[in-house]
């Protein structure tokens, strides 16, 4: 009976604990990217499909300046451009000699990579965060979204725990498909001019335009 007790009492004791550590963790992270005013990356991302299998490799750049600027340039397999503008977003693809351009809130509206990155997802307000330890030297959290969106179920980040900045992050829609993003050589308020977020479809490019029936 004596040990029984003493199990319940120690198991009602580490439950908050690591609540509050996870707490903490956030906080610590919240607390980071509100005083940052950007930063630039090299990125490894990995999409995976889960009804095929078939793993897609990416890798290339990623600059973002507050309050909401994103260059996402992608070397390879293939040259692409994500640009996060102050009033548009554009996805350029050279090979393919198109371009298209969407409103704003098609990006910061949901629960998307881009919203992790930049440090607009509310940790603590939109999920439940449990602590699972290290990997690789970097904290590790699991999210589980207080309300789950068809492209998030479930989410990780890894958090590096001297700069509380994000060095991974992995994504798994209701499907299982997933989406992991590494960040490498971060630079901390490296001065982006606001020029690098501005973009003018090259000659010869064919524009869709989603921004008409805004």
């Not at 005013?37 to 990623?62: N, P």
């Not at 600059?63 to 909401?68: A, I």
């Not at 050589?185 to 805004?214: A, H, M, W, Y």
Request: charged fraction near 20%; proline fraction near 6%; hydrophobic fraction near 40%.
């Amino acid at each position: 009976m004596r040990f029984a007790l003493a199990c319940c009492l120690l198991l009602a004791m580490a439950a908050p604990a690591g609540a509050a550590s996870a707490s903490a963790i956030t906080a610590d992270i919240q607390k980071q990217y509100e005083s940052l005013k950007g930063f630039t990356a090299d990125f490894k991302q990995m999409l995976k499909s889960a009804a095929t299998g078939q793993v897609e490799e990416r890798e290339g750049t990623i600059s973002y300046k507050k309050p909401n600027l994103v260059r996402w340039e992608t070397d390879t397999p293939e040259k692409e451009l994500l640009l996060v503008g102050k009033k548009v977003v554009w996805n350029y693809v050279p090979s393919e000699k198109t371009a298209s351009k969407s409103p704003l809130n098609a990006v910061f509206s949901s629960k998307t990579m881009i919203r992790f990155i930049s440090g607009q997802a509310n940790l603590d307000e939109d999920f439940v965060v449990e602590e699972q330890g290290t990997e690789a030297g970097l904290i590790k959290l699991a999210l589980t979204p207080k309300k789950p969106e068809p492209n998030l179920v479930q989410a990780f980040l890894w958090v590096d725990p001297q700069s509380h900045m994000l060095r991974s992050v992995l994504i798994v829609d209701f499907y299982g498909n997933a989406n992991k993003l590494g960040l490498d050589n971060i630079r901390i308020n490296p001065g982006l001019s606001d020029s690098l977020f501005e973009f003018t479809p090259p000659k010869g490019v064919t524009v869709q335009d989603n921004t008409v029936s805004q």
